[in-house]
Nanobody, 121 residues
């Protein structure tokens, strides 16, 4: 029920904005997170935002370059990615958690299908 979109091919140092929307579930009851998984690697925490947007957390590798936000009126969460690097190439997933703010995959009960981001150097 979570639909992530906005991925694609971008050159290094470029930008992309990912969106995560849902139908049939009200996101404002959930903490939301973004994770990514590159081929052959474990799923990595990218960013998380509390249900109100008042608390945010970032993974070390993206802090200062990525910004997570949400619009509860639109039932949508965003991930603005700037200064992209080749190592940011991965499938990006959004997820919903009943925990206020969560940074590990096993704290999330609902996952979207993922959107591929490819950064060319």
């Amino acid at each position: 029920q979570l639909q992530a979109c906005g991925g694609g091919l971008v050159q290094a140092w470029g930008s992309l904005r990912l969106s995560c929307a849902t139908s049939g579930r009200t996101l404002n009851r959930y903490g939301m997170g973004w994770f990514r998984q590159a081929p052959g690697k474990e799923r990595e925490f990218v960013a998380a935002i509390s249900w109100s947007g008042g608390r945010i957390s970032y993974g070390d590798s993206v802090r200062g370059r990525f910004t997570v936000s949400r619009d509860n009126a639109k039932n949508t969460v965003y991930l603005q990615m700037n200064s992209l690097k080749s190592e940011d190439t991965a499938v990006y997933y959004c997820a919903a958690s009943s925990i206020f703010i969560a940074t590990t995959p096993n704290e999330y009960g609902y996952w979207g299908q993922g959107t591929l981001v490819t950064v060319s150097s």
